[in-house]
């Protein structure tokens, strides 16, 4: 990637520098080992079931259906948690879990037999993809890390794994395969910052989403489903 | 100065704000709605003192190292293709973003809620210029629906509007037929600005946190409108105060958990969404420009000084929501963006003494600011300290603070006058006292209660309650 520029650093960071106290800017600084670190021992121990648990019960709290399956029985699953939330058209990532989780014959065949609009994003074909995004009633991507203690999803940006399925459709359904699912939001900023220490590009998309998108801007009363989808369910999946 | 929000003195401000009792009844409400639910999700988590001992350390550290910090995240941001601009002035950072739409011939573009953006008066250069610019966070969309209203909450900038005013200005702006209920009027709202994200040239964002190691920017929001602002447009322009920043992902986490928990309570908002230069050439979606604006614009001044604790802000308002100045004089009375204790503390540094001389002393000192700082800024220790600036510096106490601290002096020197005075008291102040407060107190006390209550007298003087418990023989 062609770099970018920078304008008027140098001034800048002097007068920064000068106010802190040195002669010219710190180029090399470690962060030291902060003394408190309550961020680690929440849910410490749990077993992954305990942690499924914990999600489930925070889901109620941020207006989010759940929906627990195995690999076997997942598309019949899916198809009846689209068909609840209107059916389509869908639009999905081009992500392979589709197909190792056995949902292709779903995506490419049944739905689009029984007359249901799917779209696979597909890079190659430009903006279409954000049209149908627009104009899709149910988006649907997979969870790459899943924080319990929110009832959080996180999503990595890539050429397949376009930004706006999660957040044009009218509703988003996201798959959880039950070994994502984490304490918190600690373990996945640890994964992502072992990432870039070890100097691996980072997605120019990481999304937490936790549950649909809301607001209390009128008179503090909570309304669910503004900018985002209006509403959201999340898919469990028995992995192990 | 740019931050500034009206023209009116300070006292005006206050009297419209205490007259105004539908904002004065909504911010209680929110203030006690806000404040139960910071302490339930700080309670949740058990040891909430630890966490922020942690986000003080973190906050800290940082500021401790500024320089280093910027300059680690400039360069992360040109390796992943983005372009840095370092404005050291509220206007060196409108015209660089000004230049940017003049190259792109940009005429739509949509905003995210942004501070800075507030504070530089970026929407006011950039429609001068002639584009259209448009606020997509539900609350600011209201106000500037409203002919621009200034926001009056640093987290909930509409605070002060009742949803019948809502209406009334949907009805009168955006051909809106439907009623008052929040959510059809959020429906509109949704349907409108669809139209916007997708035709708009180019999305503006602010910066919770910025991300040194990775050149990455943080985005916490509800409404999901920040990701649609920076996904749908060609170019996307983020504006972060040069404060707004932490070393890796570990310590955004930290910061992250403080700010939603002691904003709204949420353990996370629905989107928290950290972006990292324009988009890879395979990608669809996301910007294909990236810009950062880093905005100095007098916080350097603050570096090095005994107010410097302040920059640890993370703008969470938790301070504004336990406040009782803030209570009864609402966000406008402090004629500034930065409204609450948060704001007498900044205003008066970013925008000058001038301006903001009155801001330190709406405050009872109380400390319930300091307590409830997920940062743990010693609040009401910078609001004394600027009243002892003010005072032994600049010579220039309000008038009122002046003439009741003279009328003081003269009453308490004289033991006549003070022995007179303090008997007649509770008498005098009789009408003006509600539940051992004085409240509108007559006289020098009236600027002064104007702003937050003083205690009435006991109907005991002490020189007479030590005299009777001597007598009676009680035991010290």
Not at chain 1, 204 to 222: K, Q, R, V, W, Y
Request: some cysteine.
């Amino acid at each position: 990637m062609k770099r970018g520029r920078i304008h008027r650093r140098e001034a800048f960071l002097n007068q920064v520098a000068e106010r802190l106290g040195r002669k010219a800017y710190a180029t090399n600084v470690q962060a030291p080992q902060w003394r408190h670190q309550p961020q680690w021992t929440v849910f410490q121990g749990y077993s992954e079931d305990d942690l499924l648990e914990v999600l489930k019960t925070q889901c109620a709290a941020i207006h989010t259906d759940v929906f627990e399956t195995n690999k076997e029985q997942l598309p019949l699953t899916l198809q009846k948690v689209v068909s609840r939330y209107g059916g389509g058209p869908v639009v999905t990532w081009n992500d392979p879990r589709f197909a190792e989780y056995g949902l292709s014959h779903l995506l490419y065949h049944h739905w689009r037999n029984s007359g249901i609009h799917v779209h696979i994003w597909d890079p190659s074909l430009g903006a279409v993809n954000i049209t149908e995004a627009e104009q899709a009633n149910i988006g649907i991507t997979f969870s790459d890390i899943t924080l319990a203690e929110s009832g959080t999803v996180v999503l990595f940006s890539d050429r397949g794994k376009g930004r706006t399925v999660s957040f044009l459709p009218q509703n988003y359904i996201c798959i959880i395969p039950k070994s994502t699912i984490v304490p918190r939001m600690t373990q996945a900023a640890f994964y992502i910052h072992q990432q870039v220490k070890a100097g691996k590009e980072v997605a120019s998309c990481i999304n937490f989403i936790t549950g649909p998108s809301n607001s209390a801007d009128i008179e503090m009363n909570l309304v669910v489903g503004v900018h985002g989808p209006v509403k959201a369910a999340y898919v469990v999946v028995a992995d192990g | 100065m740019s931050m500034k929000i009206g023209e009116e003195p300070f006292h005006a401000r206050v009297k419209s704000g205490i007259d105004n009792s539908f904002m004065r009844g909504a911010v209680a409400g929110a203030q006690e709605r806000l404040h139960a639910r910071r302490l339930k999700a700080a309670a949740e988590l058990g040891n909430w003192e630890e966490w922020r001992a942690l986000g003080e350390e973190i906050r800290q550290h940082t500021l401790a190292n500024l320089d280093f910090y910027l300059f680690q995240l400039s360069e992360n941001v040109a390796k992943r293709g983005g372009h840095v601009f370092f404005a050291q002035t509220a206007e060196e950072a409108s015209q660089y973003i000004l230049d940017v739409a003049m190259e792109k011939q940009a005429k739509k573009i949509v905003k995210s809620k942004s501070m800075v953006t507030e504070e530089i008066q970026l929407n006011a250069v950039l429609e001068k210029a002639g584009c259209e610019v448009i606020e997509t966070d539900l609350g600011e969309y209201i106000l500037q629906m409203d002919d621009h209203d200034p926001p009056s909450h640093i987290v909930a900038p509409a605070l002060h509007k009742n949803k019948e005013q809502i209406r009334d200005v949907f009805r009168q702006k955006l051909a809106y037929d439907k009623t008052e209920k929040p959510e059809e009027l959020a429906l509109h709202a949704r349907q409108t600005l669809r139209r916007e994200y997708l035709s708009a040239d180019i999305g503006i964002t602010g910066c919770n946190f910025a991300i040194a190691e990775s050149g990455s920017i943080t985005l916490v929001t509800n409404e999901g409108n920040a990701d649609l602002v920076t996904a749908l447009p060609k170019t996307q322009i983020t504006v972060m105060g040069m404060e707004r920043i932490v070393p890796t992902f570990a310590e955004m986490e930290v910061l992250v958990s403080l700010l939603t928990r002691s904003a709204v309570g949420q353990k996370l908002t629905s989107y928290i969404t950290v972006l990292t230069g324009p988009r890879h050439l395979e990608e669809v979606d996301g910007p294909e420009e990236f810009h950062l604006v880093i905005v100095d614009n007098g916080r350097s001044n603050i570096l090095g000084t005994e107010f410097q604790p302040v920059l640890q802000c993370i703008r969470c308002a938790a301070c504004v929501n336990v406040c009782p100045v803030y209570r009864h004089i609402g966000g406008h009375s402090y004629g500034s963006i930065y409204s609450g204790p948060i704001g007498a503390v900044l205003s008066p540094l970013l925008g000058g003494y001038d301006d903001y001389k009155e801001l330190p002393y709406a405050s009872t000192l109380c400390a319930a600011c300091t307590e409830a700082c997920p940062v743990k800024i010693p609040l009401h220790e910078l609001l004394h300290k600027h009243r002892q600036v003010i005072v032994e510096q600049e010579g220039r106490a309000p008038i009122s603070e002046k003439l009741a601290m003279k009328a003081f002096g003269l009453g308490a020197a004289s033991t006549t006058f003070y022995k007179l005075g303090s008997k007649m008291a509770p008498s005098v102040l009789n009408p003006f006292t509600t539940n051992e407060r004085i409240s509108k107190g007559p006289g020098p006390l009236k600027a002064w209660t104007a702003i937050r209550e003083f205690p009435a007298p006991e109907k005991e003087r002490f020189r007479d309650w030590f005299h009777h418990r001597k007598k009676a023989g009680d035991q010290p």
